[in-house]
C-alpha cells in the first residue's frame, strides 16, 4: 500500500526528474565539447594546418582550397557544441532538439574529419560527390517501396527486382544498347512486381513470403544464368554493356563545390532527383495519389467511394516493380558497365529501411539515402586518412550512423495503417 | 485454384533453391572414374574471375588430365561453408577442395574429422594435417615488383591500394606494394605515397567490407583518385576490377590485376590494366590431384613464389612501359629470387 507520503515523494522525485531532463543533453554537449578540446586537440601542434580541397574536376569554376587551422577549427566546433549544450541547460530547446541533437552529431563528424586530415588534405568535394552516388540505389530502391506500401502492399522484394534489372540491364544492354538495357531492366522490374501483385492480391499469399520467394528466386536464377552462360568466355560480349558516362548539366555544374557534387553525374543521379520529386508531387498533391494512399489507409473506406481498391494496388505493385528494376540497372549500367553475382550486395534491404526513416515519403527516402551515402563515403576518407580505428569497427560506422539517427533523431515513424493487409471485398 | 498456385510456386521455389545452391557444371564423364574431386567455393562463387574460377580450372585441368570427376558447390555466405564440406564428404568425393581464408576454420575441422578424405585448401595452409595440402604464396614478392613499377609510372606521386577485408593472405599483397615503393623512393630519391596502406599500421588499411559490391570497389576508387591517386591495387577479388570502370571514365589511371590476367578476364577494361600479379593457385590443385592419383600425398603446403613461377607480375602488352624501369624490375626480381632482397615480416593486425 502507498502511503499518501509515499506518494508525495514520487512525485518530487518525477517532478525533479521531468524539470531537469532537459539537463540531460545538455550535459552531454558539453561531455562532446570537452571531449573535442581536450582529446582531440591535445595531439595537434598550435600551427598545424587542415585542408579541404575542393575541386575534383574542371567543369566547375575552380576556387582555392580551405587550408585553416586545425587547433583553431577544433576549438571553434568544441566551442560551438558546449554553447548549444549551456542553451539547453539554461533554456532548453523544446521541440528542436533533434534537430540539435543532429547537428551536434553533424559538428563531431566534422571534428574528426579535421582532426584526421590534419597536416595533409581530404577532397571535401569528392567525398559528397561520392555520398550522392552511393545513395542512389539506396534512395530508389525506397521510392520503390514507398510505392506499393502506399498501396498497402508490403514489398520486401526490392532486392530481387533489382539483381534482376542488374542482370537484364546488363545483357540486353550489351546487345542493344544502354537505353534498351534499362528498358528491359525496367521491364523485367514490372514483370516481378505484378508477380507479386498477383500472388499478394489475387492469392492473399502472405506478403512478406512472396517477397522472399521473389528474392530467392532472382537471385538463384541470375546467379545460375550468370555462371552457366556469362561467365563462358566466349559469351563474355553478352556482360560488357559498359555504363552511362556522366553529364556535367550546364550552368549547375560550374557551381563551386555544389556543381561537382550533385549536378556532374550521369543519368540514374539525375533520374533518382527526378523521381522523387515526380512521386512527392503525384503521391501528396494530385488526386491520383489521394486515392492511392486512401487504398494503404482505409482500402475499405475507398471502396466504399468508388476507388478501385484491387486495380490501384495492382498498379501500385507493377510501378514498385519498375522503380526497383531501374535502380537495379544502376549497377551494372550506372556503375561497373557488367553484371556480377549478387552484386546488389543487400541495398534492396537497406532500402526498406530508408523507406521506414523517410516515414514512408520520397524526400525522407532522399535524405536517408543521402545520410547512408554519407556514412559510407566518410568511412572510405576516415580510412585513408589512416583513422585510428580498426577497419571492421569502421566499416560498421555507416550501420551504426543510420541506427543512431533512427532512433534518436527521426522517432518513431508510422507506416500506412493498411499495410500489408489483403483486401477482401465483402461479398453481400 | 489454390492447390495450382501452391504447385507452381512449389516448382519456382525448388527451382531457385536447385539453381543457387549446387551449379554443378561439370557431368561426370563417362568413363566411371575412381576418384571424386569437390570443391567448395567462398562467397565470390564461381565467376568471380579470381581464385574461385582459378581454383576450379586446376580442377578442370585434373578431369581432362587424371580422368577424375569433379563438381563443385556455391556458398554465398559463410554460414553455407561447413554444410557444403559436409554435403561433399556426403557426396562420396575423395578429395575436397577449400577455397579462401575465410573457410580455413571450416576446412580444418572437417579435415580433422574425417582424416579418410584427403582435402586441398586454396588461401590456407599450415594445418599440419597428414590428410590435408595447404598453399601459400609469396604474394609480397610479386606485389614488391608492382610497388616499384607504380611508383615507377606514377605522375601524381600518389599510389593506392585497397582490400576487401583485411587478413593474413591479403596483408602480404599490401605490404610487398609499400616496400616496394619505399624501395623506388630509396633508389630515384622520390617521395611516392601510398594511400590505403601502410605497413607499420596494417589495421588500419582501407576495405570495402565486401567481397561482392561491386559498386562499392568503384566508388572506394573514385575516392582514391580524389585524393589523387593515378595507380591502386585492389585486393578484393571482382570488385577490385570496378576500380577500372571509374579509370575508364576519367580516361586516366591504372588498376593491378590480382590472382589472374585481368586483361584476359576483363577485356573491356585493358586499357587501364597496368599488369597483374598472378597467383596459380590451379598449379598447387592440379598438383594435389596428382599426388592423389599417382599415390604421392604428403601433408603440408605448396609455396607459390616468383622462383617456381607460381606467382609472376605479368605486363600489360597494350601499355608502354619505359625499357629502364622493365630492366630494374627484373633485377629486383633476381634480387628477391635470390635471397639479396628480403621482404620484412608482416606486422600484426591490430
Known amino acids: 500500500m502507498e502511503t499518501p507520503m509515499q506518494n508525495e515523494k514520487i512525485k518530487i522525485i518525477l517532478n525533479y526528474l521531468s524539470n531537469y531532463r532537459q539537463h540531460i543533453p545538455g550535459v552531454f554537449f558539453i561531455l562532446v565539447a570537452l571531449f573535442i578540446k581536450l582529446v582531440l586537440t591535445k595531439s595537434i601542434e598550435p600551427e598545424a594546418l587542415t585542408t579541404f580541397s575542393t575541386n575534383i574536376n574542371h567543369t566547375a569554376i575552380q576556387i582555392p582550397n580551405w587550408v585553416f587551422n586545425t587547433r583553431f577549427a577544433l576549438d571553434l566546433i568544441a566551442g560551438l557544441c558546449a554553447g548549444l549544450g549551456l542553451y539547453q541547460i539554461i533554456r532548453g530547446f523544446k521541440k528542436g532538439i533533434s534537430s540539435i541533437i543532429g547537428a551536434i552529431g553533424g559538428l563531431v563528424v566534422l571534428g574528426f574529419l579535421v582532426w584526421g586530415a590534419s597536416g595533409t588534405s581530404i577532397s571535401f568535394t569528392g567525398m559528397l560527390a561520392v555520398m550522392v552516388i552511393r545513395s542512389v540505389p539506396i534512395t530508389i530502391g525506397a521510392l520503390a517501396g514507398i510505392l506499393s506500401e502506399r498501396a498497402g502492399i508490403v514489398n520486401i522484394a526490392i532486392e530481387g527486382m533489382m539483381i534482376a534489372g542488374a542482370f537484364a540491364g546488363a545483357v540486353i544492354g550489351s546487345i542493344l544498347g544502354l537505353w534498351a538495357g534499362i528498358l528491359a531492366a525496367i521491364l523485367i522490374g514490372a514483370l516481378l512486381g505484378l508477380v507479386h501483385a498477383v500472388l499478394s492480391i489475387k492469392y492473399k499469399v502472405d506478403q512478406i513470403i512472396s517477397g522472399t520467394m521473389i528474392n530467392i528466386f532472382s537471385t538463384g536464377l541470375t546467379s545460375y544464368l550468370f555462371i552457366k552462360f556469362l561467365q563462358d568466355s566466349q559469351n563474355q560480349w553478352l556482360n560488357e554493356s559498359g555504363f552511362f558516362k556522366p553529364y556535367a548539366i550546364p550552368l549547375l555544374s560550374k557551381i563551386p563545390v555544389i556543381g561537382p557534387i550533385f549536378f556532374d553525374h550521369n543519368l540514374f543521379i539525375y533520374a533518382m532527383y527526378f523521381l522523387v520529386i515526380l512521386l512527392s508531387i503525384a503521391l501528396f498533391k494530385t488526386k491520383w495519389g489521394l486515392r492511392h494512399r486512401s487504398v494503404g489507409e482505409h482500402p475499405k473506406a475507398a471502396d466504399t467511394l468508388g476507388v478501385n481498391v484491387f486495380r490501384t494496388r495492382y498498379l501500385a505493385c507493377v510501378l514498385s516493380g519498375m522503380v526497383a528494376g531501374f535502380g537495379g540497372a544502376y549497377f551494372s549500367l550506372g556503375s561497373v558497365g557488367r553484371f556480377e553475382q549478387t552484386m546488389t550486395a543487400g541495398r534492396g534491404f537497406i532500402a526498406l529501411a530508408a523507406m521506414i526513416f523517410g516515414n514512408w515519403n520520397p524526400l525522407g527516402a532522399l535524405q536517408a539515402g543521402m545520410l547512408f551515402g554519407f556514412a559510407e563515403s566518410l568511412t572510405t576518407k576516415l580510412s585513408l586518412l589512416q583513422f585510428p580505428i580498426p577497419a571492421e569497427v569502421l566499416l560498421m560506422l555507416p550501420y551504426i550512423i543510420t541506427m543512431v539517427v533512427l532512433a534518436g533523431v527521426v522517432g518513431r515513424s508510422r507506416g500506412p495503417a493498411a499495410d500489408g493487409i489483403p483486401y477482401e471485398k465483402e461479398s453481400l | ?350
Open chain 2, 1 to 350: 485454384m489454390s492447390k495450382k498456385l501452391f504447385f507452381v510456386l512449389s516448382i519456382f521455389l525448388v527451382a531457385s533453391f536447385v539453381m543457387s545452391a549446387c551449379g554443378s557444371a561439370t557431368p561426370t564423364p563417362a568413363t566411371a572414374a575412381t576418384i571424386n574431386v569437390c570443391m567448395v567455393t567462398d562467397s565470390g562463387g564461381i565467376g568471380d574471375k579470381s581464385f574461385n574460377d582459378l581454383t576450379w580450372s586446376g580442377v578442370e585441368r585434373g578431369i581432362a588430365d587424371f580422368g577424375v570427376s569433379g563438381n563443385y558447390l556455391q556458398s554465398t555466405q559463410p554460414t553455407d561453408f561447413a554444410p557444403n564440406l559436409t554435403a561433399c564428404k556426403d557426396s562420396g568425393a575423395q578429395l575436397i577442395v577449400c577455397v579462401g581464408f575465410m573457410m580455413a576454420d571450416d576446412c580444418k575441422k572437417a579435415a580433422t574429422e574425417n582424416p579418410e578424405i584427403y582435402y586441398a585448401g586454396v588461401d590456407m595452409g599450415g594445418f599440419e594435417l597428414a590428410n590435408f595440402r595447404g598453399v601459400s604464396a609469396k604474394m609480397e614478392e610479386s606485389s614488391y615488383l608492382a610497388g616499384y613499377l607504380a611508383a615507377g609510372m606514377s605522375t601524381t606521386g600518389k599510389v593506392g591500394w585497397y582490400v576487401g577485408i583485411m587478413g593474413p593472405a591479403v596483408q602480404i599483397f599490401g605490404d610487398g606494394y609499400y616496400y616496394g615503393v619505399q624501395k623506388y623512393n630509396e633508389v630515384h630519391g622520390t617521395t611516392v605515397a601510398v594511400i590505403g596502406y601502410d605497413a607499420n599500421n596494417p589495421g588500419n588499411a582501407t576495405a570495402t567490407g565486401s567481397w561482392i559490391d561491386a559498386d562499392k570497389g568503384r566508388t572506394v576508387g573514385q575516392s582514391q583518385m580524389d585524393e589523387g591517386v593515378d595507380i591502386i591495387l585492389p585486393v578484393n577479388g571482382g570488385v577490385g576490377s570496378a576500380t577500372a570502370a571509374v579509370m575508364q571514365e576519367k580516361g586516366l589511371g591504372y588498376i593491378f590485376g590480382v590472382d589472374q590476367d585481368w586483361t584476359q578476364t576483363y577485356p573491356q577494361y585493358s586499357a587501364q590494366i597496368l599488369a597483374s600479379l598472378l597467383k596459380k593457385v590451379d598449379v598447387h590443385i592440379y598438383d594435389a590431384i596428382e599426388r592423389l592419383t599417382t599415390n604421392t600425398w604428403e601433408g603440408g603446403d605448396f609455396v607459390l613464389t616468383l622462383d617456381n613461377g607460381g606467382t609472376a607480375l605479368a605486363y600489360n602488352s597494350a601499355i608502354t612501359i619505359p625499357d629502364d624501369l622493365k630492366t630494374e624490375i627484373e633485377g629486383l626480381q633476381a634480387q628477391i629470387i635470390s635471397g639479396e632482397i628480403v621482404i620484412p615480416a608482416p606486422k600484426p593486425i591490430q
